[in-house]
């Protein structure tokens, strides 16, 4: 787990939109997307929910975010 995972994270869910944190982030939105799902993949679960409405964090997700946002 890297800091900027964790801030891509925060970013992704208080935006509620992958293309909207991308360009906040000044980087592409595959980054943002591969770097989400290596990290889903390196603690085992599922951080965030994708819809065609939006972008938000399960409950272990925003369990996380909030774990992230602490430190």
Do not use: F
Request: hydrophobic share 35%.
């Amino acid at each position: 787990m890297r800091i900027e995972q964790l801030r891509y994270l925060c970013e992704i869910a208080h935006r509620r939109s992958m293309n909207i944190a991308s360009e906040k982030l000044h980087v592409a939105q595959q980054t943002l997307s591969t770097s989400i799902k290596s990290l889903e993949s390196e603690l085992g679960i599922k951080l965030l929910e994708r819809t065609y409405q939006g972008v938000y964090p399960t409950k272990m997700g925003q369990e996380v975010i909030d774990w992230a946002e602490e430190t």
